[in-house]
């Protein structure tokens, strides 16, 4: 069974701190990695995806992989009260279908 | 603009009816899925497409069919309604077909209520 595990959270971080968002899966043959976004009542949008070892920077967001580790996190510096969200991490497996993660309800305090 | 659109918005039906729930995409893309959305679950996909006629079970297929006639369109069956199927439903979409890289965009979702 392939998995994708995130802490469900809430992480709570005040106005302007970076906020830290992690992800594990199982599946070694996993190529490409995707956070989403996901208001309440709303549908998840793309944030970034990400396939190779290192750092992706895109704006305030940061992704990063350690594929020897199964590891794959997403940095937001200088949070705002409107990312509050819920982030999914999804990872591609070997047939092309995304495993998602159950989410990690983020919360930026004013 | 290209999109994805999924109708009705919202269901409410009665266990045992039949159930079919739309979904619409103009960007052409070869792949589509259909997802359900619980608490505690995250996304969970229940069938999906890589083109016309192509269709495949997800990991929570039971109770469930598609048919893919055309590019644009994936609509979801539920054939028997059930109370376990009460959710919220998902269709996306994605391009080029086998491509690692390729990045899935999601319709507005439908609420399904079975009574």
């Known amino acids: 069974q392939k998995e994708v595990e995130q802490n469900s959270g809430p992480l709570s971080v005040p106005e302007g701190a970076i906020a830290s968002l992690n992800c594990t899966y199982s599946d070694r043959g996993s190529q490409s990695f995707f956070w989403y976004r996901q208001y309440s009542g709303k549908s998840p949008e793309l944030i970034m995806f990400i396939y190779s070892n290192g750092d992706k920077e895109d704006g305030r967001f940061t992704a990063q992989l350690n594929k020897a580790s199964r590891y794959v996190s997403l940095l937001i510096r200088d949070s705002q009260p409107s990312d509050s969200a819920t982030y999914l991490c999804?990872?591609?497996?070997?047939?092309?279908?995304?495993?998602f993660g159950s989410g990690t309800r983020l919360l930026v305090r004013p | 603009d290209a999109e994805i659109t999924q109708s009705p918005r919202h269901k409410i039906t009665e266990t045992g009816r039949q159930v079919t729930l739309a979904c619409h995409q103009t960007?052409?893309?070869?792949?589509m899925f259909w997802y359900r959305q619980d608490l505690g679950h995250g996304l969970r996909l229940i069938h999906y497409s890589y083109g016309v006629q192509d269709t495949n079970k997800g990991e929570v297929s039971d109770g469930y069919s598609v048919s893919r006639s055309n590019t644009e369109d994936l609509p979801l069956t539920l054939e028997s309604a059930a109370s376990s199927q009460t959710s919220v439903y998902f269709c996306?979409?994605?391009?080029?077909?086998?491509?690692?890289?390729?990045?899935?965009?999601f319709g507005p979702g439908t609420r399904l209520t079975v009574l």
């Open positions: 999804a990872v591609m497996d070997s047939s092309y279908k995304l495993i």
């Open positions: 996306a979409s994605s391009g080029q077909g086998g491509r690692s890289t390729d990045t899935q965009y």
């Open positions: 960007w052409n893309h070869n792949n």
